[in-house]
């Protein structure tokens, strides 16, 4: 099964031990919780779908490579203590609390969640020290003497021997322990990734076209390994993105530090030469707009098939990318609202604004960062939590310069309907680039195959699927060509919500 099935199994699974009875008892017992044995090759997302899960099941994620463990951070330091066994006194040999079991308990202690996934990686290439304690930790789930607390699900991951001569075969008695996930690399899977996650665009259409160039190791003559891996790519498109940012070229000596199969590697460079060169010669700022020339669309209707797929894609990805910036702009006004509506009250009942609001940017804070030590938060929505919190800083910036709390309100109400309007013109951007887009495809191409790589790609990805459920072009999509609807602006009536109730400014004048 390809990465995304293999979550979804993996899932399952923890939601099932999860599950409790009527008094609270889990319905498997902790020593009946076969763990999670993800089996697959390095680099294809293994360890990034148990950050996915936890997110989504808001529960706390620890992680332990295994082969960085010694037998004294598995099982603890050995101590002598004194006790009394039928009258005499003894002295003992025990350990103290492993390092593995302890993290678990600090990280409960800082997020106030009390379940969790403890993910083991490399599991399957421990130190030889750590071997014959691991079928009862499996079973038991015990390190020591010390057992991992209910409620937190142990998951596994290794590689198959022919990608780590470290691995070391399980035997009958400990794979009958696990619950076994074979995964394989896919690159379907992961392009559905790499859209939503804004990989660079020129890593996708060259993906898309030499799909075969994804994932492989392979051995050279002289014995070394030459690979390519997912999590190359996705690395080397961080990378790139900075560089373009900065106008640091992006060439074959820093592609073959992430791609280390030489022929991809220079296969890629030069497809990443040709990729800018379409781009430039086609002034995508003005198709988006809705000002391509009669050249432009000449030279795009002569386009050969690669050059034809630079283009697309490059459109899409300045679709999509408008389109997830309007969602993040939308969530921020989601998560501000009701913190400014609390703030106007409290400002009409007199409190200081400085109390107010200083009180709401560090409980954001703490909140933020309990988030992070868990693990159950994805770079998306820490982004807009991280926007809150400035835009918080900016209301009480604001609010100070106001002499008196009625004019800290109507500051507040103004700078709230200024966030309401610069998030609506957003999404009318999203909007518009959308329409130029499809316009400008259609009237280059017709209504074909072009058009069904723009919308298959856009209905793809997760963030501009939503974005064109929630304003609804949906409709328009299964009959392109027509009529363009009006976007369904509805969604922004909650954002109308706003400060004007009379019931605050009333007391506030009330209390003057």
Not at 289 to 313: P, V
Not at 435 to 458: A, D, S, W
Not at 475 to 484: I, K, T
Request: proline fraction near 3%; aromatic fraction near 10%; glycine fraction near 4%.
């Amino acid at each position: 099964m390809n990465i995304k099935e293999a979550k979804i199994q993996i899932e399952n699974a923890i939601r099932s031990y999860l599950l409790k009875d009527e008094y609270g008892d889990y319905l498997i017992p902790l020593e009946k919780q076969r763990p999670v044995f993800l089996m697959g090759p390095p680099g294809i997302g293994k360890t990034a779908i148990m950050d996915q899960i936890a997110q989504e099941m808001q529960v706390n994620l620890v992680s332990y490579a295994m082969t960085h463990q010694t037998r004294e951070s598995a099982i603890g330091q050995p101590m002598i203590v004194e006790k009394n066994f039928i009258g005499k006194d003894v002295k003992v040999s025990e350990s103290t609390m492993s390092e593995v079991i302890a993290n678990i308990y600090e990280t409960m202690e800082e997020t106030g969640i009390k379940e969790g996934i403890l993910f083991l990686d490399e599991i399957n290439c421990v130190d030889q020290s750590i071997a014959p304690m691991m079928l009862q930790f499996l079973q038991y789930k015990i390190f020591g003497k010390h057992q991992i607390p209910e409620g937190w699900v142990v998951t596994t991951a290794g590689n198959p021997p022919e990608f780590n001569h470290a691995v070391t075969d399980f035997d009958i008695a400990t794979l009958d322990r696990l619950k076994k996930v074979d995964c394989v690399a896919d690159f379907n899977c992961w392009k559905e990734f790499a859209l939503k996650a804004q990989v660079h665009t020129a890593i996708i259409t060259y993906l898309t076209e030499f799909p075969d160039h994804f994932y492989g190791i392979d051995s050279t003559e002289s014995g070394k390994q030459s690979f390519v891996t997912a999590r190359a790519w996705e690395d080397m498109s961080d990378m790139m993105l900075l560089h373009e940012e900065g106008g640091v070229p992006v060439d074959l000596i820093l592609i073959e530090q992430y791609i280390q199969n030489h022929d991809i590697a220079v296969d890629f460079n030069d497809f990443y030469n040709y990729f800018c060169e379409v781009k430039e010669a086609y002034h995508i700022e003005d198709i988006i707009a809705g000002n391509a020339s009669a050249e432009i669309k000449e030279m795009a209707k002569s386009a050969g098939k690669e050059e034809k797929a630079i283009l697309l894609d490059v459109l899409t990805a300045e679709a999509s990318g408008a389109m997830q910036y309007s969602r993040e702009m939308t969530r921020l006004l989601e998560q501000i609202l009701p913190l400014l509506q609390d703030s106007v009250e409290r400002l009409a009942e007199g409190f200081s604004n400085r109390e107010i609001f200083s009180q709401h940017i560090l409980r954001r804070q703490r909140e933020l960062e309990k988030k992070i030590t868990a693990r159950v938060i994805s770079a998306s929505k820490k982004k807009v939590e991280r926007w809150v919190i400035h835009h918080l800083e900016n209301y009480l910036d604001a609010t100070t310069q106001a002499r008196d709390n009625r004019r800290a309100i109507l500051t507040v109400m103004q700078m709230y309907d200024e966030n309401v309007n610069k998030a609506k013109a957003i999404t009318q951007s999203a909007v518009d680039i959308f329409f130029n887009t499809i316009r400008f495809v259609i009237e280059v191409y017709g209504i074909g195959n072009e058009l069904l790589t723009v919308f298959n790609n856009l209905s793809i990805n997760s963030n501009s699927a939503k974005f064109i459920e929630t304003y609804g072009f949906e409709d328009y999509m299964c009959n392109p060509g027509g009529p363009e609807p009006q976007a369904d602006y509805s969604r922004f009536d909650q954002f109308k919500i706003n400060f004007t109730v009379e019931e605050p400014q009333q007391r506030f004048r009330r209390g003057m």
